[in-house]
């Protein structure tokens, strides 16, 4: 199971730093991956990240702003986001899989596995 927290309400230009854990598996052999999905839209791909060689890929919309993170000891993923905007107003999720390729990474159907969802919101 993978638990998404982190996430609530700041001012455009703040931070948050999204939390994705998992239990009952380790992500040694993972990539894990960031989506979100705001009213009326589609799921987009955030980021990613490979366990195994920390390699790390970002959607064109976050470079630069937001860095995907692991922490071996706690089996955790973090998605630090700075310098928000209203438009990164979304429902984020974390995602987990094993047998992903380096193209499919931005591909929410190439995950398994799926977090809850948290609420960020960013307000102008």
């Known amino acids: 199971q993978l638990q998404a927290s982190g996430g609530g309400l700041v001012q455009a230009g703040g931070s948050l730093r999204l939390s994705c854990a998992a239990s009952?598996?380790?992500?040694?052999?993972?990539?894990v991956g960031w989506f979100r999905q705001s009213p009326r839209k589609e799921r987009e791909f955030v980021s990613s990240?490979?366990?195994?060689?920390?390699?790390?890929n970002y959607a064109d919309s976050v470079k630069g702003r937001f860095t995907i993170a692991r922490d071996n000891a706690k089996n955790t993923v973090y998605l630090q986001m700075n310098k928000l905007k209203p438009e990164d107003t979304a429902v984020y999720y974390c995602?987990?899989?094993?047998?992903?390729?380096?193209?499919?990474?931005?591909?929410?159907?190439?995950?398994?596995?799926w977090g809850q969802g948290t609420q960020v919101t960013v307000s102008s």
């Open positions: 009952g598996r380790t992500f040694s052999t993972y990539t």
């Open positions: 995602a987990a899989d094993r047998t992903i390729i380096t193209s499919a990474r931005t591909m929410d159907d190439a995950y398994a596995y």
């Open positions: 990240i490979k366990w195994s060689d920390q390699s790390a």
